[in-house]
């Protein structure tokens, strides 16, 4: 038997939490708000995706730094490029470089 709250799809309506993440606010409209896992099949952490589910976005495989390993001043991003690198702005040392395997090197100027 499947879960009574979000019928067995393991998310439910952020803000509709007793209905599935797709339900209908009318007859020929359906809830656009962003779903949640459901309290009493999918508590767990992380919550299992539903099925069929494709990422949009890619997080860092690695923590990112706020602050410049080299002097400990506050970092500001400077943009991603291919491979997961990184780009950074310090204020003392300016461009600095993380590279996916975790070093930090400074941009060449």
Partial sequence: MSCTRCSGIGWVCEEHPDKPIEHRIASDIFCSYAGAPCPDCNPA???RLPEGWQSI???APFPLPANCPLCGARM???GITGGLTYKF???RHGLLI???DGLIRR???
């Fill in 107 to 109: 941009h060449p100027s």
């Fill in 98 to 100: 993380l590279t996916p």
């Fill in 76 to 78: 500001a991003p400077a």
């Fill in 89 to 91: 702005t310090c204020s």
């Fill in 57 to 59: 976005a890619k997080v």
């Fill in 45 to 47: 952490e992380p919550p």
